[in-house]
């Protein structure tokens, strides 16, 4: 996990902090009573997290749900967000062996041109989304800080919120990024667990682990307005790795009060070249206790579900503790507005327009929520 030289470094243990409130966690301690006694706490402290979080605790899923999604009421009323992602580039320079994307793995490979970028959001915006999210594979080589910059700044032209999740940057690059109109940063720690975390990238900058830990706070130190967390649950003990996402979030908080927070739920999905992978021993049960404890936890903190997910447990889970879900995805390269450029990342479960999206919401009560932010 040695730093290369030209990434930036931050005083803090919080990563230590994060990592051993990971490792010494017992998720099947715990009792019914706790449960209960949690469920019934006026505030949730970190004990209680774990406690939401632990196996006795999916057993009384039901009473998870019902907290959950009375704060959701209370602290979002009916508005539910949409945004849609939109690939740059898939070129990669890490080996991570979960992802699409990965060096090495044989597939079409292609990068957006300005030109091609504009026509991919003219075609976005015409579904009425205001927020839009641009990713890229690993390695600045391949999409360069200033090629992401030019992107953000096009993409405001057309989109009210841009976010990005890219390779992480240094404090000044992501500056760069905030002076051509990017409100937020996204960044999957994927795992907490150190030693699945160096089993599973290969090769290239995402190797170092507390770099990548660290590129939130680097992100609120160069303005932006919010940033998100998740692990890919499935590559390790999801239980220890949704509480070290929440609390990695809580901490960060609690340097940045002023940080709008969103915390994402993906699971590990099928790539080109390895249909196999799978998060088996997360169930649609224990993922919905993970929202739910993420909302009883963090009740302020948008909770995104994303297309990764099948369409049941998506609209089901957005009348819970989601707040916010993708629309008219597309996880390949130029797919918008033209034929497809570059291959996927991964497989997404629903496919379903943002039309679509929009009407389920509206028969579900909900206000879809376009963007709830004046430039």
Same mark, same amino acid.
């Given at each position: ?32 009573k ?20 632990s196996?006795?605790a ?9 907290k ?10 009916n ?38 970028i ?10 009425g989304l ?63 667990? +150190?030693?699945?975390?160096?089993? $599973?990238? /290969?090769?290239?900058? !995402? *190797? ?8 939130? %706070?680097?992100?609120l ?15 390790d ?21 002023h ?7 993906p699971?590990?999905?099928?790539i ?37 997910e099948?369409? +049941?447990?998506?609209?089901?889970? $957005?009348? /819970?503790?989601?707040? !916010? *879900? ?8 130029? %797919? ?40």
């Amino acid at each position: 996990m040695q730093y290369f030289s030209h990434m930036q470094k931050i005083d803090s243990t919080m990563f230590e902090k994060v990592l051993a409130l990971r490792d010494s966690y017992e998720s099947d301690i715990y009792t019914k009573k706790d449960v209960l006694r949690a469920l019934n706490s006026s505030y949730t402290d970190i004990n209680d997290l774990k406690i939401l979080l632990s196996t006795e605790a999916q057993n009384h899923i039901e009473l998870l749900a019902l907290k959950a999604q009375s704060l959701t009421k209370q602290y979002f009323g009916n508005g539910k967000s949409l945004f849609t992602p939109l690939y740059l580039s898939n070129f990669c320079a890490s080996k991570c062996v979960y992802c699409g994307f990965q060096k090495g793995n044989k597939i079409a490979r292609a990068r957006l041109s300005e030109e091609e970028i504009r026509a991919e959001m003219k075609e976005i915006s015409k579904s009425g989304l205001q927020e839009l999210l641009l990713l890229t594979g690993e390695g600045r080589e391949f999409a360069s800080v200033e090629y992401i910059a030019k992107a953000c700044a096009i993409a405001k032209e057309y989109f009210k919120v841009v976010g990005v999740e890219v390779y992480v940057l240094n404090v000044d690059e992501y500056e760069l990024l905030h002076k051509n109109s990017c409100d937020y940063v996204t960044v999957f720690q994927e795992t907490y667990s +150190v030693q699945k975390y160096q089993k $599973i990238h /290969i090769e290239g900058e !995402k *190797m170092v682990m507390p770099y990548r830990f660290y590129a939130q %706070e680097r992100a609120l130190m160069a303005g932006m307005r919010g940033v998100a967390f998740g692990s890919l649950l499935g590559i390790d003990d999801f239980r220890k790795d949704a509480l070290a996402t929440a609390l990695h979030a809580h901490f960060l908080q609690q340097k940045y009060p002023h940080a709008e927070l969103s915390l994402s739920v993906p699971r590990l999905r099928p790539i080109i070249n390895n249909a196999k992978i799978s998060a088996k021993d997360v169930s649609d049960t224990r993922l919905l206790q993970v929202l739910c404890a993420y909302r009883i936890f963090l009740p302020f903190a948008h909770i995104v579900i994303s297309s990764r997910e099948p369409r +049941v447990f998506r609209d089901n889970a $957005i009348k /819970i503790a989601a707040t !916010k *879900m993708s629309a008219g995805v597309s996880v390949a390269i130029g %797919e918008h507005s033209s034929e497809k450029k570059g291959d996927e990342q991964f497989e997404i479960s629903d496919n379903r327009s943002v039309g679509e999206i929009f009407n389920m919401l509206k028969a579900s009560n909900f206000q879809p929520i376009m963007s709830d932010y004046v430039d």
